[in-house]
């Protein structure tokens, strides 16, 4: 049984804008969750403005974000749940290995440190930033081809045609980066305390067909956490993409993690 109110906080990833989790905050309101979808730090309120100013996201890195969200999440009145998505997984996981969140819903999240399974799909889709050392500090944009294959590779041509006009935004390249790097930095913001004994319960989700978060990727993260005795439980969802929070099936991704928050009572 849920906590009536309980703070649900939504995360984004790169490339998507933070409005993309309106069916999820209406949902999961009507489960009884007081929920928000606040963005990155420097994002704009609409995907239009988003695209006109990119500068204002560019050189952000994972622990801004980490502060950004933390700063929100201390400000509630209670420890909320948190739900990310790619990236926003990463950050979601940042978020619970602190003690600051109450629970965490990772869906096929960017590699945290000690990941070294990287498939050649995940990799060609970080190369967007990668190839160029420039983009560290700059805002990406996708094209519809590069959204195709890293978002929407199991959708019908159009879907992921309207969905990439929809809601695709200028990202950071600084955490793609930090991520690529992250098993040769010792401080790596991309690090995350999975030995932590006392957080609270984590659900790492993958899609069975992510080209930008291979399942390879997401047991990997799953066995770093072996060393913990909290709850860390695990859900593949077969066929489907890395536009499985936005695309025609994000209820079906949605309601999983509402009756896995409900299973733990949270």
Same mark, same amino acid.
């Given at each position: ?18 409005? /993309? ?6 949902? *999961?309101?009507e ?25 204002? +996201? ?8 980490? %502060? ?5 999440i ?12 790619? *990236?926003?997984?990463?950050?979601? =996981? ?17 590699p945290?440190?000690g +990941? ?8 060609k ?19 519809? !081809?590069?959204?195709?294959?890293? &978002? ?5 041509? =159009? ?6 006009? @929809? ?8 955490? $793609? &980066? !930090?991520?690529?790097?992250?098993? &040769? ?5 991309a690090? +995350? ?5 006392? @957080?609270?319960?984590?659900?790492l989700?993958?899609?069975?067909? %992510? ?8 047991? /990997?993260?799953?066995? $770093? ?8 439980? &695990? ?25 896995? $928050?409900? =299973?733990? /009572?949270?």
């Open positions: 049984m849920t906590h009536p109110g309980r703070p649900a906080i939504f995360v984004h990833g790169l490339w998507l804008h933070a409005s /993309s989790w309106g069916p999820w905050l209406e949902l *999961f309101a489960a009884g969750y007081a929920p928000a979808a606040p963005g990155w730090p420097g994002d704009s309120d609409t995907v239009e403005e988003a695209r006109r100013n990119p500068s204002q +996201v560019a050189g952000k890195g994972i622990d801004d974000v980490v %502060d950004h969200y933390a700063r929100i201390r400000g509630l009145e209670a420890p909320p749940v948190v739900i990310g998505h790619s *990236f926003g997984g990463l950050i979601a =996981q940042r978020l619970l290995g602190q003690d600051l969140a109450a629970a965490a819903v990772a869906i096929d999240a960017a945290i440190k +990941v070294l399974n990287l498939p050649v799909s995940a990799l889709v970080a190369s967007i930033a990668l190839r160029k050392p420039a983009n560290r500090r700059l805002a990406i944009s996708l094209t519809a !081809e590069q959204f195709r294959y890293g &978002f929407g590779n199991v959708l019908p041509e =159009q879907e992921s045609a309207e969905l990439y006009d @929809r809601w695709t935004v200028p990202s950071p390249g600084k955490p $793609l &980066f !930090e991520a690529a790097l992250a098993n &040769f930095t010792p401080r790596s913001p690090k +995350v305390n999975t030995g932590n004994k006392t @957080r609270g319960p984590l659900l989700t993958a899609g069975g067909n %992510d080209h930008t978060v291979p399942p390879a990727i997401t047991t /990997s993260t799953r066995k $770093l956490y072996h060393k913990s005795p909290a709850i860390t439980d &695990f859900i593949e969802l077969p066929d489907r993409g890395h536009s499985l929070t936005i695309d025609h099936g994000w209820r079906e991704v949605a309601q999983a993690a509402l009756d896995w $928050l409900g =299973q733990r /009572s949270l």
